[in-house]
Structures are given as structure tokens and as C-alpha cells.
């Protein structure tokens, strides 16, 4: 299937479970679900969990005791092991001051948190924001309420720096040695690339140019096209990889329902994959070839767009 449809189709599967969990719960005041990372860009994979933050509109102890209820809920249903499986994982842990943070706020006190104390991997987690589940006009003001902080006249070369360096750690913590050019998601030409590389160019141009506010990653890289930022070419050679990464993952989890993110070290799986993928000369190899082919073409626009035409090599 279409790898923007299947992404779109498991997104509406997810939004329904929510909607189902919530209308179990029956909140008693404003609540909502706000989807981040690709569950916010409609982008789901076979692979993904849910990132989402809960709000609540209210004040006092028993609105914040009602939100948790609700919250706490959410999580059960949804991802609690049962004889049939779990519906969902769910991470909560993108939430202010994360797993040691309040399970749900209210909109004022997430305004509260983003103007004092929140930083700038924050607001980046922003970029996708999206109401999912739940009371639609607070979801609105959510989202309303957290782009003047995300989108920001201040973002300047030092907030981009941190973004790299960010970036760099997280390749140098997860990628494990001799896997590179096998990981779809970590590797050069990946998917962290590419999301790494858009949202940037977002958070760069998102004040002065509002249409780059996107939180699919297709629809990003079109807007960032259209209005100048990105060459067409560029846009088309980026927006090739990450889909057929995600191709790529899809099939091998449905194939083995492991190691998504990386393309098998065994040849007899790599033939399968290959097979699977519509390679029937030499699955093996031409699988590795095409990928290297369009990772290494996405990895030129990153190099140019993200690290500013330098290489950053093995440390970040």
C-alpha cells in the first residue's frame, strides 16, 4: 500500500481509540489529547507509538485530580497487556519536566511552563503538534497558544547549533557501531535526518513564512518548496527518501515485527525483504542499492541544508 495511506490509515485507527477510550472516561471538563512526532503528523508507521500530551481547561485541585483520572485512563486502556494484546503504547513522556512531570495541565499552566521554563528540544517536540482526541476548542487553543513560542522572531544560529549538537548525541548514544548505512531511522539519508533537516528549516522560517507550519512531513517539505526555502529538487529527492524508509520499515516489521530500523545483516532476510519490496534480480543487493541510492542523495540536501554544507562526521 501507498506509504502516506498506510500512514494516514493507522492514524485514524489511533485517533478512533482514543475517541473510544474518552468516551469511556467521560471527562467532566474540558479535556483533550494533543498528538506529537508522527502520530501529530498523521504519519504513523507499524512501528510508531503514540507521543502525546494531555490538557485539561480548569483551576483548583479536583479539575487537576479529574485531568489525571482521565489521563491515567487513557493510558490503561489503551496500553495495558492483555490476553489479546495492547491496542496502543503510549508515551506520555514528552509532557513538561517528562516522566517526573504532572501527567496532564491545564492550558494555562502549559502556557505558564513554555514562557518560563521549557527548552528548546521543547518546543522543536512542538513542531507536530496536533489535537487528536477530544474537546476540539480546547485542542485549538493549545495549538494556537504554543506557536508564538515555537515559531519565534529570536530563533537565531545559536538555537540552530543546539538542534545539531542535539542531533549528534542522539546518533552517538543510539546508533550501534557497524549499523549506519543499515539504519533507516538513525543513519545517514534517514529519517532523523530528513525530520531533523524540515524542522529546523520550520523553526527557522516559520515565524516570518506561517505556511511552513505544517505537521506532516510531505506537506512541510511541499510548503518549504513552495515558498523558496527548499529547491523543488531538493524537497522531491528528501521527500523520496523518508518515504522509502518508511516502506521499508513497514515491510519488516510486518515481515519479522522486530528491528524496524534496520535493514537485516542476514542475507537470507535481506533476500526476503528484497523480494517483499518488488526486487526479484538479486533482491539482496539491488534493495541495498536503491536505498543507498536515494540515502545518499537525501544525505547531500541534509549536509547542505541542516550542517551547512560541511560535514559533521563520526562525532555529530
Given at each position: 500500500a501507498d506509504t502516506d495511506a498506510v500512514g494516514q490509515d493507522l492514524t485514524a485507527v489511533a485517533e478512533a481509540a482514543?475517541?473510544?477510550?474518552?468516551?469511556?472516561?467521560?471527562?467532566?471538563?474540558?479535556?483533550?489529547?494533543?498528538?506529537?512526532?508522527?502520530?501529530?503528523?498523521?504519519?504513523?508507521s507499524y512501528a510508531s507509538d503514540l507521543d502525546v500530551v494531555f490538557v485539561y481547561d480548569g483551576s483548583g485541585p479536583e479539575a487537576n485530580t479529574e485531568a489525571i483520572r482521565c489521563a491515567r485512563g487513557v493510558l490503561q486502556l489503551l496500553g495495558a497487556?492483555?490476553?489479546?494484546?495492547?491496542?496502543?503504547?503510549?508515551?506520555a513522556r514528552l509532557r513538561p519536566e517528562g516522566e517526573n512531570g504532572q501527567l496532564a495541565r491545564s492550558l494555562e499552566g502549559y502556557r505558564r511552563y513554555y514562557q518560563d521554563r521549557a527548552r528548546l528540544w521543547e518546543f522543536q517536540s512542538l513542531v507536530k503538534a496536533r489535537l487528536v482526541a477530544g474537546d476540539a476548542d480546547l485542542g485549538r487553543a493549545f495549538v494556537e497558544m504554543v506557536e508564538p513560542f515555537v515559531f519565534t522572531a529570536e530563533f537565531g544560529d545559536d538555537h540552530a547549533a543546539e538542534i545539531r549538537h542535539m542531533?549528534?548525541?542522539?546518533?552517538?548514544?543510539?546508533?550501534?557501531?557497524?549499523?549506519?548505512?543499515?539504519?533507516?531511522?538513525?543513519?545517514?539519508?534517514g529519517l532523523a535526518d530528513?525530520?531533523?533537516?524540515?524542522?529546523?528549516?520550520?523553526?527557522?522560517?516559520g515565524h516570518a513564512i506561517p505556511a511552513v507550519r505544517q505537521p506532516s512531513t510531505a506537506g512541510a517539505l511541499g510548503a518549504l518548496a513552495e515558498h523558496g526555502v527548499l529547491e523543488n529538487a531538493e524537497a522531491e529527492v528528501l521527500l523520496a527518501a523518508y518515504r522509502f524508509a518508511e516502506r521499508l520499515r513497514n515491510r519488516r516489521w510486518l515481515h519479522l515485527a522486530k528491528d524496524a530500523d534496520l535493514l537485516p545483516d542476514d542475507q537470507e532476510e535481506l533476500d526476503q525483504l528484497g523480494?517483499?519490496?518488488?526486487?526479484?534480480?538479486?533482491?539482496a543487493e539491488s534493495l541495498t542499492a536503491a536505498w543507498r541510492e536515494v540515502a545518499d542523495a537525501a544525505r547531500t540536501v541534509v549536509l547542505a541544508r541542516f550542517h551547512g554544507g560541511t560535514d559533521p562526521g563520526p562525532d555529530g
Amino acid at each position: 500500500a501507498d506509504t502516506d495511506a498506510v500512514g494516514q490509515d493507522l492514524t485514524a485507527v489511533a485517533e478512533a481509540a482514543l475517541d473510544a477510550a474518552l468516551a469511556l472516561l467521560a471527562p467532566t471538563l474540558p479535556f483533550c489529547v494533543i498528538g506529537l512526532g508522527r502520530f501529530g503528523a498523521g504519519e504513523l508507521s507499524y512501528a510508531s507509538d503514540l507521543d502525546v500530551v494531555f490538557v485539561y481547561d480548569g483551576s483548583g485541585p479536583e479539575a487537576n485530580t479529574e485531568a489525571i483520572r482521565c489521563a491515567r485512563g487513557v493510558l490503561q486502556l489503551l496500553g495495558a497487556h492483555t490476553a489479546e494484546g495492547r491496542v496502543w503504547e503510549i508515551d506520555a513522556r514528552l509532557r513538561p519536566e517528562g516522566e517526573n512531570g504532572q501527567l496532564a495541565r491545564s492550558l494555562e499552566g502549559y502556557r505558564r511552563y513554555y514562557q518560563d521554563r521549557a527548552r528548546l528540544w521543547e518546543f522543536q517536540s512542538l513542531v507536530k503538534a496536533r489535537l487528536v482526541a477530544g474537546d476540539a476548542d480546547l485542542g485549538r487553543a493549545f495549538v494556537e497558544m504554543v506557536e508564538p513560542f515555537v515559531f519565534t522572531a529570536e530563533f537565531g544560529d545559536d538555537h540552530a547549533a543546539e538542534i545539531r549538537h542535539m542531533k549528534g548525541r542522539i546518533e552517538r548514544e543510539r546508533v550501534k557501531p557497524g549499523t549506519a548505512n543499515r539504519d533507516l531511522k538513525l543513519g545517514p539519508g534517514g529519517l532523523a535526518d530528513i525530520e531533523f533537516t524540515v524542522q529546523l528549516l520550520q523553526l527557522v522560517h516559520g515565524h516570518a513564512i506561517p505556511a511552513v507550519r505544517q505537521p506532516s512531513t510531505a506537506g512541510a517539505l511541499g510548503a518549504l518548496a513552495e515558498h523558496g526555502v527548499l529547491e523543488n529538487a531538493e524537497a522531491e529527492v528528501l521527500l523520496a527518501a523518508y518515504r522509502f524508509a518508511e516502506r521499508l520499515r513497514n515491510r519488516r516489521w510486518l515481515h519479522l515485527a522486530k528491528d524496524a530500523d534496520l535493514l537485516p545483516d542476514d542475507q537470507e532476510e535481506l533476500d526476503q525483504l528484497g523480494r517483499i519490496c518488488g526486487f526479484d534480480l538479486d533482491p539482496a543487493e539491488s534493495l541495498t542499492a536503491a536505498w543507498r541510492e536515494v540515502a545518499d542523495a537525501a544525505r547531500t540536501v541534509v549536509l547542505a541544508r541542516f550542517h551547512g554544507g560541511t560535514d559533521p562526521g563520526p562525532d555529530g
